[in-house]
């Protein structure tokens, strides 16, 4: 059987694809092959432009013998396609280790592909850590930051690593490499709330030097894998998907919906401000009315105000989209404009 020793060169990309390398040179240049991982199936392929887009060629024939090496060229373990996969990829080992580790730790569980589209749809957040930060982001007390973008203040950059506490008993290892888990504690820099988030990092782990940022540097982290703050107390403001959610709720109450299409219809009076100079009539999803009602203004208090009064604050502005409302709109502004004819 022929034998070809490799190490990692890059991890799992989009495709699922891992890239190794030849330890050795043959006839005077390394060698590269693929790995397909999706669901951990770990099929050997050959590869086409490897340091490029790396597309996968043809499987490799059963009888070629991969020794996969740690980063020291020694071997940690080997199989061929007619063994099946016995290297689980990294992600995988990861998450069954701290599976084993998390049940003694006060932690909070994110679903970042979750957070992910809810940002991409709908411009807010669905992680916890984020929505308790953003309960600080109060532009009275910070006004500079009042027309940011939320991503400024809980991204990384809002941020600095103060402490770091590895977690004891969590150490394992993948192809000859030891890692660990590590408590890692946050300070943001404007309202100077603290947490914690829990990495994976080497062991011991390693900092890194952050050089365009001056008095900042970063642990060296594979994998996050959650937080923990102190949620009995909040800040002065909900974040934006919690304001929408809460008066979104509210209008339910006074408008209930009887399928999960239902619509409202929002008569604007004219101010003079806007384009078409009268009254105008929107028929809007519950979410987007809320948005409006709510302009911006993600106070908890004035939040609060707005779904306990909510019959008072849409009184005659505000109606469930039916035949009978759309009447009734029509007779008491007969001059009103009808945006998208939803008043047919």
């Known amino acids: 059987m022929r034998e070809i020793k490799v190490q990692l060169y890059r991890g799992e990309d989009d495709n699922y694809v891992e890239l190794w390398k030849t330890v050795e040179k043959i006839e005077g240049k390394h060698r590269y092959y693929g790995r397909y991982t999706y ?47 016995k290297l689980p990829k990294f992600e995988t080992v990861i ?20 957070n992910f589209w809810a940002e991409c749809w709908n411009g807010d957040t669905t992680m916890k850590i984020n929505q308790w930060l953003l309960s600080y982001k109060d532009p009275d007390l910070y006004p500079e930051k009042a027309n940011d973008y939320d991503e400024n203040w809980t991204g990384c ?27 890692v504690k946050h300070k943001h820099e404007y309202c100077g709330i603290e ?27 594979y ?39 239902d619509k409202l219809l929002y008569v604007k009076k004219k101010t003079g401000n806007e384009f078409y100079n009268c009254d105008c009539c929107y028929e809007k999803s519950y979410s987007d009315m809320a948005d409006v009602l709510i302009n911006r203004n993600y106070h908890r208090k004035d939040v609060d105000y707005l779904c306990k009064f909510i019959n008072k ?27 998208d004819n939803c008043l047919i």
């Open 313 to 339: 604050e849409t009184e005659g502005i505000v109606f469930a989209s039916n035949r009978g409302n759309k009447y009734t709109i029509r007779q008491t502004y007969p001059d009103i404009y009808d945006y």
């Open 95 to 114: 998450k069954r280790e701290w599976n084993k580790a998390k049940e003694k730790l006060q932690h909070n569980t994110e679903d970042l592909t979750k």
């Open 195 to 221: 947490w914690y988030e829990f990495v994976c990092t080497d062991s011991p782990y390693v900092m890194r030097d952050t050089p365009w940022v001056n008095d900042r540097a970063w642990i060296q982290s």
């Open 157 to 183: 950059w809002a941020e600095k690593e103060i402490g770091y506490e590895p977690i004891p008993d969590t150490e394992f290892e993948y192809l000859g490499h030891k890692y660990q888990f590590t408590k």
């Open 39 to 85: 669901g951990n199936e770990g099929t050997w392929y050959s590869v086409c432009d490897p340091l490029g887009y790396c597309e996968l060629n043809a499987p490799m024939a059963d009888d070629v013998m991969f020794i996969c090496c740690d980063e020291n060229g020694n071997e940690a373990i080997r199989y061929s396609n007619a063994d099946g996969n």
């Open 223 to 261: 994998m996050y894998l959650g937080n923990w703050f102190d949620d009995k107390t909040y800040g002065t403001m909900y974040d934006q998907r919690s304001a929408r959610e809460k008066v979104v709720a509210a209008l339910i109450k006074k408008f209930p919906m009887k399928n999960k299409w």
